[in-house]
């Protein structure tokens, strides 16, 4: 019923950047928050930075001041600025979204595919 769809990632150097995007798309009415987690190999999950319905942000201490996240709700489009990439930064990138759809009192929790950020030292 609905589809999240990442862009953007790549190979960078270190202190390069690169910026993600992830567009949702399907029966959607209203999309709560937009987030973007990464998942290193061998290493759990994690949640890199979140914006809310109303533009509210929250960031991991590890990426705040290099990485920004912001979103176009007349796009359903979430997407992650990084800057001074790291290769500690190398990972998978997912981005969540939490969706209402149509018809529907309930929000649920979807997931992308994944985009592929690797940074070279």
């Known amino acids: 019923q609905v589809q999240l769809v990442e862009s953007g990632g790549g190979l960078v150097q270190t202190g390069g950047s690169l910026r993600l995007s992830c567009e949702a798309s399907g029966n959607i009415f209203s999309i709560n928050a937009m987030s973007w987690y990464r998942q290193a190999p061998g290493k759990q999950r994690d949640l890199v930075a979140t914006i809310a319905s109303g533009g509210s942000t929250n960031y991991a201490d590890s990426v705040k001041g290099r990485f920004t996240v912001s979103r176009d709700n007349a796009k359903n489009t979430v997407y992650l600025q990084m800057n001074s990439l790291e290769p500690e930064d190398t990972a998978l990138y997912y981005c969540?979204?939490?969706?209402?759809?149509?018809?529907?009192?309930?929000?649920?929790?979807?997931w992308g595919q994944g985009t592929q950020v690797t940074v070279s030292s």
């Open positions: 969540s979204a939490i969706i209402r759809h149509t018809g529907s009192a309930s929000y649920f929790n979807y």
